[in-house]
């Protein structure tokens, strides 16, 4: 990314004088260690006044955690569970029951692999109407056995296909939306990387809606607005701008309730702390709700969404 690049420099310039020392005798101790100390301020103010479309650039970042990365670092004891009974499984939405903490949870969320061959099998984290489907089922299975439920939200969006289409892409999301405003046991959601549009609204109707700090969620993805709004790919930066897709501005709007702190440089950089500090920012959550009786949790987290609407004169006018 274009505004890394000093960062860049100075870590290849770092790798340089670590292979220098483990090679020769060369004591180059202190001047690793400036280097070190000026990479740090380096990242620091790279990332202290990112662009919204820097931030989504960041967000997809290929070596950011992924859902399965958090549920092998996260949650014990995972039990994967798979099929919408209709027409099959759909591997871009993962679902199980697990541990947390010593809390026992069902995970729902969008899978995008880790290799290339794994992105293709999961669509790239963009799901079709049998993942939806699969999410309903085990979410109602959670109710029953009065279990909290957390997703994870990860996804560019819905998978547009004729397929999908075909099969009820629109009318499996808005049943999920539906029946989670309904669902008598605490849900709590997280924007890890990519939140766009139905796509992630499809399991994101929770009591408690975070995001990563360097995550975005957007009714449709900045690419997707330039190309409507102005047939123009050069325009994606002005559309990441106007559909005020960051954190701190969906904090300010009120339509997530908190955002969850990453290391300096993002997730990519040290996945262990950031995933740490989504992992506390979970167990805080559940505890929190564990308090609230279910029929207040039901109509708070339905008044919750009530409460938003359209905001007139909030962002700026892109012509």
């Not at 990242?43 to 549920?71: F, N």
């Not at 759909?90 to 026992?104: E, K, S």
């Not at 939140?195 to 900045?222: C, F, N």
Request: charged fraction near 25%; include cysteine; glycine fraction near 10%.
């Amino acid at each position: 990314m274009a505004f890394e690049r000093p960062v860049q420099e100075l870590e290849e310039r770092l790798a340089e004088l670590e292979e220098l020392s483990g090679t020769t005798q060369l004591d180059i101790s202190d001047e690793m260690e400036a280097l070190r100390a000026k990479l740090e301020v380096a990242i620091k103010e790279a990332y202290s006044d990112l662009s919204p479309w820097d931030q989504v650039r960041v967000a997809r970042h290929p070596e950011r955690p992924v859902v399965s990365d958090i549920i092998q670092f996260l949650f014990d004891e995972f039990m994967e569970l798979r099929g919408d009974k209709v027409y099959g499984d759909d591997p871009a939405i993962v679902t199980g029951f697990a541990t947390l903490q010593g809390r026992r949870v069902l995970v729902v969320g969008h899978r995008k692999g880790k290799t290339t061959k794994e992105r293709v099998e999961c669509n790239f984290g963009c799901a079709h109407p049998e993942g939806y489907r699969k999410a309903l089922r085990k979410m109602k299975l959670a109710e029953k056995l009065g279990l909290p439920i957390i997703s994870l939200i990860n996804t560019p969006g819905a998978y547009p296909g004729i397929g999908a289409e075909e099969r009820g892409q629109a009318a499996a999301i808005a049943e999920n939306i539906l029946e989670m405003f309904n669902l008598r046991v605490p849900i709590v959601t997280c924007v890890i990387g990519e939140g766009g549009s139905g796509g992630a609204l499809g399991i994101g109707v929770a009591d408690r809606v975070m995001m990563m700090q360097y995550a975005y969620y957007s009714v449709i993805s900045p690419e997707g607005c330039a190309a409507i709004l102005w047939k123009d790919a050069e325009r994606t930066p002005d559309a990441a701008e106007a559909l005020g897709l960051t954190a701190s501005t969906l904090t300010e709007l009120k339509i997530i309730d908190q955002v969850v702190p990453e290391p300096p440089g993002g997730g990519h950089r040290n996945p262990e702390v950031s995933m740490q500090n989504l992992g506390t920012a979970l167990v805080d959550a559940l505890d929190d709700l564990a308090a609230v009786p279910i029929d207040e949790l039901v109509a708070t987290r339905r008044e919750k969404f009530r409460r938003m609407g359209a905001i007139e004169g909030r962002f700026p006018v892109v012509s």
